[in-house]
Nanobody, 126 residues
Framework: QVQVVESGGGLVQAGGSLRLSCAAS????????MGWFRQAPGKEREFVAA????????SYADSVKGRFTISRDNVKNMVYLQMNSLDAEDTAVYYC???????????????????WGQGTQVTVSS
């Protein structure tokens, strides 16, 4: 049973930073791509960032490029999303997702991820 659990959300002022963490368990973590998505009220879930199984390949949504950084620690079975220069448009529930197939390249579509966490709320006050 694969489990994905996010943490690190909260309330931050515009211009501030947060680091989200994602713990994955239930299989060999280092074999699978991981991703972050977000969903704001009244909007569809959207891609934020993704990283391949080795950490060598990363992809970002245009809206977060240069501000967000995804990384992974395959020893600790963790994925992180460092978010800097936050603004009100970044307010959303952030979800961590795990690919269901090993050794694939970076995935950016929600449908390509098989396992999801419960989400963590990020609120940016202006």
């Amino acid at each position: 049973q694969v489990q994905v659990v996010e943490s690190g959300g909260g309330l931050v002022q515009a211009g501030g930073s947060l680091r989200l963490s994602c713990a994955a368990s239930g299989r060999t973590f280092s074999n699978y791509a991981m991703g972050w998505f977000r969903q704001a009220p009244g909007k569809e879930r959207e891609f934020v960032a993704a990283i391949n199984w080795s950490g060598e390949m990363k992809s970002y949504a245009d809206s977060v490029k240069g501000r967000f950084t995804i990384s992974r620690d395959n020893v600790k079975n963790m994925v992180y999303l460092q978010m800097n220069s936050l603004d009100a448009e970044d307010t959303a529930v952030y979800y961590c997702a795990a690919d269901g197939h090993p050794f694939r390249l970076v995935r950016t579509q929600a449908i390509e991820f098989d396992y999801w966490g419960q989400g963590t709320q990020v609120t940016v006050s202006s």
